[in-house]
């Protein structure tokens, strides 16, 4: 026979099959968008103030849910020891350091410091808990992070290297320094190429060619890991569900 606190850890523990716990992750879902809303407007009406408030007042009751019931996911040694290091989880802190700034004291506390709406955004990674796709997304991330690592400093070697090269060859006054070399790469490696910033003799464009070539190439390699890894990681999602 399940006590109370276990009803309410399968209900609030993201991925329960349970309808109660579906229900929850998508009441969860709405209350992080309702609460995203005040944040892309400057002036903050009324409206805006009441959605904030209800939102942080949802997020307070799931955190003290999550840490009632913190035994049954971190087993500690003993219940107390699993009540004392649940704040200190990732998750615990994220949720923690998006309510604070909505409490009064610390609200004025982080005005002055300018990080009041900062910490508030921070309410968008709590989609990483309610999304079970998201969570599929972090495991492909941290399978392949070997390959992925690899391919990153593959990436930054390149725009190093095309940086020096563009740096010492091309004689534009818009490359005045080694760092605008660099944004130069950059944007050129990731094909976005902003057009502030370009070469104007022959060699230049010669090596922005080729950068631009390769670039396609290097951004497409974690591409085509993450796609395989992921649909690899969908497939035995299904298998487990037959």
């Known amino acids: 026979m399940k006590n109370w606190r ?15 716990s579906k229900v929850y992750d998508w009441l969860m879902l709405c209350m992080i968008v309702v609460s995203i809303v005040p944040l892309a407007f400057r002036q903050q009406t009324e409206t805006l103030e009441w959605m904030d408030k209800i939102s942080v007042s949802v997020f307070i009751f799931d955190y003290l849910l999550r840490w009632l019931t913190a035994d049954f996911k971190y087993h500690k040694s003993s219940k107390w020891k699993t009540f004392l290091f ?11 350091l998006s309510i ?17 709406r900062l910490l508030k955004i921070m309410r968008v990674f709590k989609f ?13 991330l941290r399978k ?5 690592f690899t391919v990153f400093l593959i990436a930054v070697a390149y725009i190093i290297v095309t940086a020096l090269i563009m740096f010492n060859m091309e004689e534009s006054a818009l490359f005045v ?46 591409s085509g890991v993450i796609t395989a890894s992921y649909l690899d990681e969908l497939r035995k999602k299904r298998q487990s569900k037959e």
């Open 128 to 140: 990483v808990r309610y999304s079970s796709n998201i969570q599929t997304l972090l495991r492909v």
């Open 100 to 116: 604070l700034p909505s409490f009064i004291f610390f609200n004025r506390a982080f005005k002055l410091l300018r990080i009041s």
């Open 144 to 148: 392949e992070r070997q390959i992925l």
């Open 177 to 222: 320094n080694f760092f605008d070399a660099l944004y130069w790469a950059t944007t050129t490696l990731t094909t976005v190429g902003y057009g502030d910033i370009y070469p104007s003799t022959d060699i230049g464009r010669v090596i922005s060619m080729f950068s631009s070539i390769f670039g396609v190439a290097i951004i497409a390699l974690p």
């Open 86 to 96: 649940y704040p200190f989880t990732p998750f615990a802190l994220i949720d923690l």
């Open 6 to 20: 276990e009803e309410i850890f399968e209900i609030v523990e993201t991925g329960n099959e349970r309808i109660g």
